[in-house]
């Protein structure tokens, strides 16, 4: 079911998730592990990364999280076929930009499509920290709302290669919102003004990057509404698990903590993943009175503060 589908069909507030594929060399039971204990929870979908050779952002065992250097992690098309296929739920795969070739997002459209997942979410993805050469017979994309054309085109069955007898794939695209800016845009109005043309070339749903002050997303919604973008935006949000990640998460997803909240954290580090989950509860309270359909967390392969946080409002 496409994602738009599964918020209008859901009659009370849910919740969904967005997992990693393990990393090279390591077994995909990690993630089974986790799918298993959020299904319980009966989340809308799961949304599986992607990520090229390059950086990659790693929370460590002192909660802090920082860029590291990998060879390309694998599994995201086999994850989303094993949630889709072994647990019956439905799944989002991230597709990107840098890293990847025009035509190596047309195979993996046309892997995803035989898997029979139906959504993607289509980012520019992290800078590569290398030179990917493309060679003169391939092409790259070079932003987001460039991969959302493309694949509007597919769902049009303009493929590249001549694909004989080839029927239009009919996927979902999302995009990515930013509440406080794309660290790239030169400011807030020029985002925006990008964020409608990704919805222009076929974005038909929106997840924002995580934020910790509420009132930053019903502002961006708004902006939305008057720049004529009524596209689903599903809020994203990350539980802050230790002091370090007061300084990390900023350096890192260029967004700000409340004042309140860094005062109230940095005066009990001894309670910090208490504290986070408190609130990460009130975050969610306020914004299902409000009237979002759902909220989406970044659970960073550690699903325990989510499960405590979600399981006071199912």
């Known amino acids: 079911m496409k994602i738009p589908e599964i918020i209008d069909k859901r009659t009370h507030p849910f919740f969904t998730f967005e997992i990693i594929p393990p990393l090279r060399g390591k077994s995909v039971s990690e993630v089974i592990d986790i799918v298993e204990k959020l299904v319980p929870f009966n989340p809308g979908w799961i949304d599986v990364t992607s990520h090229p050779a390059g950086v990659h952002y790693i929370e460590n065992s002192d909660g802090s999280i920082q860029?590291?250097?990998?060879?390309?992690?694998?599994?995201?098309?086999?994850i989303c076929g094993i949630i889709k296929n072994r647990f019956n739920l439905d799944t989002c795969a991230h597709i990107l930009c840098n890293g990847f070739s025009k035509e190596e997002t047309e195979d993996a459209l046309i892997e995803l499509n035989y898997l029979g997942i139906e959504n993607v979410l289509a980012l520019q993805g992290d800078g590569l920290n290398y030179n990917k050469k493309v060679s003169k017979e391939r092409s790259a994309n070079l932003y987001a709302s460039d991969l959302i054309?493309?694949?509007?085109?597919i769902k049009n069955g303009q493929f590249i290669d001549d694909l004989k007898g080839a029927r239009p794939l009919d996927f979902c695209i999302g995009a990515a919102g930013y509440p406080e800016k794309h660290f790239m845009a030169p400011s807030?109005?020029?985002?925006?003004?990008?964020?409608?043309?990704?919805?222009?070339?076929?974005?038909?749903?929106?997840?924002?990057?995580?934020?910790?002050?509420?009132?930053?997303?019903?502002?961006?919604?708004?902006?939305?509404?008057?720049?004529?973008?009524?596209?689903?935006i599903i809020p994203g949000l990350k539980i802050l698990s230790s002091v370090k990640q007061l300084q990390s998460i900023p350096k890192?997803?260029?967004?700000?903590?409340?004042?309140e909240f860094i005062q109230e954290v940095t005066e009990?580090?001894?309670?910090?993943?208490?504290?986070?989950?408190?609130?990460?509860?009130?975050?969610?309270?306020?914004?299902?009175?409000?009237?979002?359909?759902?909220?989406?967390?970044?659970i960073m392969n550690?699903?325990?503060?989510?499960?405590?946080?979600?399981?006071?409002?199912?």
């Not at 060879?71 to 086999?78: A, D, E, I, S």
């Not at 890192?252 to 004042?259: G, R």
């Not at 550690?302 to 199912?314: C, D, G, N, Q, T």
């Open 188 to 232: 807030m109005k020029q985002d925006m003004k990008y964020m409608k043309l990704k919805v222009e070339k076929g974005a038909e749903f929106i997840g924002t990057q995580m934020f910790f002050d509420n009132s930053k997303y019903f502002k961006f919604v708004e902006d939305c509404k008057k720049e004529g973008i009524s596209v689903p």
């Open 268 to 298: 009990n580090p001894d309670h910090v993943e208490e504290l986070g989950i408190n609130f990460a509860k009130k975050q969610v309270e306020e914004l299902v009175n409000a009237g979002v359909p759902n909220v989406h967390f970044y």
């Open 252 to 259: 890192t997803f260029h967004i700000d903590f409340p004042d």
């Open 67 to 78: 860029k590291r250097i990998f060879r390309k992690r694998p599994g995201t098309l086999g």
């Open 302 to 314: 550690k699903p325990e503060s989510v499960i405590e946080v979600i399981k006071s409002f199912v």
């Open 149 to 153: 054309e493309q694949i509007s085109q």
